[in-house]
């Protein structure tokens, strides 16, 4: 149809109308193209490529870089210890130019991987009465009741234990005496700050006090350790694992808030039952951590195989719960939050940890539909960081007037994102699901199938969510006590109890991970006398009646915590508060979101688990009573929804204090079921929000290790079925081998030195054939992450002479490759540390360097364009871990390994430029492949640009129109001497014709760098003349 610029125009009174046609725009010219660099980073996102154009850019996506030897709390702020180099790399690069892409690799493992191959970690072994065996343990604090009455006591504190074991020492309950302890011994303290600990081992006991109170300088946190890599021998010297108590355990979840008698602004949720009050002192036991398989209520066999103490799974996606819609019916005697409509959950982009670390989600604004020509609601999500406060919230990403309506282009989905991504084992590579494009950098969106279908009713808002999953509670009974029903009431049989046998000779049992059933006690002594709190004054176990609560993450409960600035800014569901009037950031809040037990329920965002809150006296834990709910171990800690806050209404205005009540609605209290109300009338009164959070995510690292991806993690005879390591970075070459997928004009994995893994890089260097891989090799530098070993030892063999003997024994020939010699010593501008740091760091920064300063065909080395002291590198580099000399740097030029030299005065320089190609030709030098890099990369450009046009003499014109004056700027930037570009009858002879080919053929003759100058100085005679 001929275009008519009329039709653009509204013509209702005259006039001139008028209208601008730029026909003169010329054709899109390919973007810059970057290196590729692989490896760590603080967060981010993984297993993707990510292009990076500046670096606060790559700051804000994966963090500042990392020097190592950080001092933190290694299982709930993540692994500073270990220098993150491809983020030095990332600094070099765009500390000169500009992009990069960045492929940040999680733990993973082959569909096929046996036991050695499986991604993740683990803690020891089976647990039996060898106190050098291991596994996980979990410290569990009672109150003292003045009666014999039910008691609730918190998990307080889990341990991990390698090669050893963690028992309390001190005045055994019911002895009354000194004890040596066995495993789940029951004893007394005076309160939660003199709890003793004693870890032991092969041939010693170390012993600890600790208090679970913040506040305390012997805070079990600060006290004991909390670094997994501490346990590894083979990575921690002796000195520094006897002074944590042996080294051979590390503390990992603690939830010291609730370790506190339940209150009205405690987090709390320890208690004495009806009957009795609490009197000084704690109880407190250690139970191993095992999933029980026996009969319950029987003191049988149990199987082992579900211990907390083995984490081996590749790296997860943390989420949301579902959440879900409002309740619509009249009937709320019967509501129950969970069997309402699911529409969404969101969804971590990637694999990892972090994202559930750092940020929170918000559902907001939520709106009913108004008028007649609207069906659906609206409402807001934010995504916000998770230590701020709801007083004042940190946004980091808004959407707002979202909604339910597929057909909607405010739908959520479409605003947001739901696309991910998946590796295929087989294609090697990553397949693309969904349909909208991912907008935000965190989550992405996804929807209930009938809700994505449009078939589901129009009114549903945003109402409520599913909690993070956590273990079930568990009551313990002797003799027969009965358990508790869902309303805290006694008589109801979960079959979940801890039962204690008559008598027994185990002196090591079992607790279940808030699971089916287990056994507790010493074995040898009959467990009859009184209740918890007069155990003291009886050598007996009779009627002992108590719960075990495993904590989840909190709720808000009143209007009131944390001081609002009014009701509508307040937010309910989750809250992040270290108590309900303290609204700093609890810092053991990411103890509550992490992942369950591999092999358990693997989904953060199940819904087929029963609600399982504290048996407090208001919990709503319904329980189907089947067996699949019986045998479960994993529990909801809540529902949360808008239809369950209460409160008082009065002149069409929300009075006094507002609260959720788990029930409300059931009984018929709730806002949202007081006569003459609903979920528009509450809504409008501003009780229109809640947050939640991520959780469920993994790295798949083995936390032991202070840099997963160490060489010692990969022996020569390994495979991807036998090594997580292996194919963990194998899958990250085989996701940008793919030209058409990845763009690169350069590869990097900083710091990897397996040949396993980088001869794998050279070949797909070489086969994508637009690419230089810079390698680091063995022999080079070995860094503290790779043996426990002084500097000094763990680098004698470390010589140019053995570098060499290990690069010429892999036989390669490839001049898609390059490598450096030796490591360099380099600054953190940020950190303002200094640290070793691999040479490929330098070289990619010299290739930046090279390429802003003249072009890529110019040689990456000298002083002009290499001089690492004169910031050459991209980053300050001062020192070199081996100062060559001139027959070491010859011995490592022929051998193809480019030397990095310092010299007295000039001072640190790249002093090569060779590639890894034997052969003798123009290509075994790094500025000529780039050049032919740059060349048929553009040339290619061109060419595609003429893809089914007619192969015609005027389509051979076009190309040779366009790709000779690139060759003639090529060649006046001193990149080529010569050229000739063939495109006629010749090349394109009618037979390829036929065929629809085009074939076109280019010599270049490439300019060479001058890497040796010869002079003669030559002596005469006094009677000389130089005019000859």
Not at 372 to 401: C, H, M, W
Not at 532 to 537: E, H, K, T, W
Request: charged share 20%; glycine share 8%; hydrophobic share 40%.
């Amino acid at each position: 149809m001929a275009d008519n610029s009329a039709r653009r125009f509204k013509f209702i009174s005259p006039g001139v109308f008028v209208n601008e046609v730029d026909n003169s725009q010329l054709p899109a010219l390919p973007g810059p193209v970057g290196p590729l660099i692989i490896g760590r980073t603080r967060r981010g996102p993984a297993n993707v490529p990510v292009v990076i154009d500046s670096f606060s850019d790559f700051v804000e996506t994966f963090g500042n870089p990392v020097p190592g030897n950080a001092a933190t709390d290694v299982w709930r702020q993540g692994d500073t210890t270990a220098p993150t180099y491809a983020a030095y790399a990332a600094q070099a690069w765009l500390r000169n130019n500009s992009p990069i892409t960045f492929l940040r690799p999680l733990g993973d493992e082959s569909s096929a991987a046996d036991a050695t191959g499986k991604a993740g970690w683990e803690a020891g072994n089976v647990v039996d009465n060898s106190v050098v065996k291991g596994g996980a343990y979990g410290l569990v604090v009672w109150p003292s009741s003045s009666a014999n009455t039910l008691v609730d006591g918190v998990m307080a504190a889990q341990f991990y234990c390698p090669t050893s074991r963690v028992i309390l020492s001190g005045s055994v309950v019911g002895l009354n005496n000194s004890s040596s302890a066995q495993g789940s011994t029951l004893f007394e303290f005076p309160d939660i700050n003199s709890i003793k600990l004693r870890f032991t081992g092969s041939n010693y006991a170390k012993e600890a006090t600790v208090s679970l109170n913040p506040g305390e300088s012997n805070f079990i946190r600060k006290v004991l350790n909390t670094n997994p890599t501490i346990t590894n021998s083979a990575i921690t010297t002796a000195a520094t694992r006897t002074y944590f108590q042996g080294g051979n355990y590390w503390l990992g979840e603690t939830f010291e808030r609730r370790c506190l008698a339940t209150g009205s602004t405690s987090l709390g949720m320890m208690a004495v039952r009806s009957g009795g009050t609490a009197v000084s002192g704690v109880m407190a036991a250690i139970f191993p951590l095992t999933q029980f398989s026996g009969a319950a209520g029987t003191d049988t066999a149990y199987s082992q195989t579900g211990q907390q103490s083995k984490w081996r799974a590749a790296a997860k996606r943390a989420s949301t719960g579902w959440v879900f819609a409002q309740d619509l019916s009249t009937n709320t005697g019967s509501y129950r939050a969970q069997d309402m409509q699911k529409l969404f959950r969101l969804e971590a982009l990637t694999a990892g940890e972090d994202f559930q670390r750092t940020i929170k989600i918000s559902i907001s604004n939520i709106r009913a539909a108004e008028g007649d020509f609207t069906d659906f609601g609206t409402f807001s999500i934010l995504v916000r960081k998770i230590s701020d406060t709801d007083a004042n919230p940190q946004i980091i990403e808004r959407y707002d007037q979202l909604s339910l309506n597929p057909m909607s282009p405010n739908y959520v989905a479409r605003i947001i994102g739901d696309k991910y991504e998946v590796y295929d084992e087989t294609e090697k590579r990553l397949v693309q699901y969904g349909e909208f494009d991912n907008v935000s950098n965190y989550i992405r969106v996804v929807m209930d199938e009938d809700v994505a279908k449009g078939t589901g009713e129009r009114r549903w808002l945003p109402f409520g969510v599913f909690g993070p999953l956590k273990y079930k509670d568990v009551s313990y009974f002797s003799l027969g006590g009965a358990d508790l029903n869902a309303d805290g009431v006694e008589s109801y049989n979960w079959s979940n109890n801890l039962i204690v046998p008559a008598s027994g000779t185990t002196n090591v049992v079992s607790m279940v991970a808030g699971g089916n059933a287990a056994i507790l006690g010493v074995g040898g002594q009959t467990r009859t006398g009184k209740g918890i709190a007069n155990l003291l004054n009886a050598n007996r176990f009779e009627n002992l009646r108590a719960t075990i609560q495993f904590p989840g993450i909190p709720l808000r409960m009143k209007s009131t915590q944390g001081t609002p600035r009014s009701l509508r800014a307040t937010y309910w569901g989750v809250w992040t508060g270290r108590t309900f009037t303290d609204t700093f950031y609890d810092l053991g809040i990411p103890d509550y979101l992490r992942a369950r037990q591999p092999g358990l329920d693997v989904n953060p965002y199940s819904t087929n688990h029963q609600i399982n809150d504290g048996f407090k006296s208001a919990a709503v834990a319904y329980n189907p009573a089947t067996a699949s709910f019986n045998a479960d171990p994993i529990a909801l800690p809540w529902v949360f929804s808008l239809d369950n806050v209460s409160g008082t209404i009065a002149n069409s205005k929300l009075k006094g204090t507002v609260s959720y009540t788990p029930k409300s609605r059931r009984n018929g209290n709730s806002l949202t079921a007081k006569s003459g109300q609903s979920y528009v009338s509450v809504l409008k009164l501003g009780i229109d929000r809640f947050t939640t959070v991520l959780a469920g995510g993994t790295d798949g690292y083995d936390i032991t290790e202070r840099d997963p991806f160490a060489a010692r993690t990969i022996t020569t005879s390994d495979t991807v079925d036998t090594s997580s390591t292996l194919y963990t970075l194998r899958k990250a070459i085989d996701i940008v081998s793919d030209p058409d997928y990845v763009q690169m004009n350069a590869v990097a994995m900083p710091g990897i030195v397996s040949p396993e893994v980088t001869n794998y890089l050279l070949e797909t260097a070489q086969e994508r054939g637009d690419t230089l891989a810079i390698i680091d090799i063995e022999k080079a530098y070995t860094p503290d992450t790779e043996s426990s070993a002084s500097a000094e030892a763990r680098n004698e063999g470390n010589t140019p002479e053995a570098a060499v003997t290990a690069l010429t024994s892999r036989a390669i020939n490839n001049s898609y490759g390059a490598t450096y010699y030796p490591w360099v010593r380099i600054t953190d501008t940020i950190a303002n540390q200094s640290l070793w740091a691999p040479p490929s760091i330098a070289a990619l920064g010299v290739l930046s360097t090279t390429d802003r300063a003249q072009a890529p065909w110019f040689a990456p080395a000298g002083f002009t364009r290499g001089g690492l002291s004169e910031g050459a590198g991209g980053i300050p580099v001062v020192d070199v871990s081996r100062r060559l000399t001139s027959d070491d740097r010859d011995l490592l030029y022929e051998n193809n390994i480019n030397p990095i030299a310092k010299f007295p005065a000039e001072g640190i320089v790249i002093y090569g430029q060779k590639t890894l190609q034997q052969t003798a030709s123009a290509l075994d030098r790094i500025n000529v492949r780039r050049l032919m890099i740059y060349l048929k990369r553009e040339i290619s450009f061109i060419a595609s640009r003429l893809i089914f046009a007619p192969n015609t003499q005027l389509t051979w014109d076009r190309f040779l129109g366009q790709a000779n004056p690139l060759l003639e700027s090529v060649k006046a930037e001193f990149g080529v001497e010569d050229f000739t570009l063939i495109l006629d009858d010749t090349t394109t002879t009618p037979d390829l014709i036929d065929r629809n080919i085009i074939y076109a053929k280019l010599m270049v003759k490439p300019t060479r760098a001058a890497e040796f100058f010869a002079i003669d100085f030559v002596v005469t005679n006094s009677g000389a003349s130089f005019e000859d």
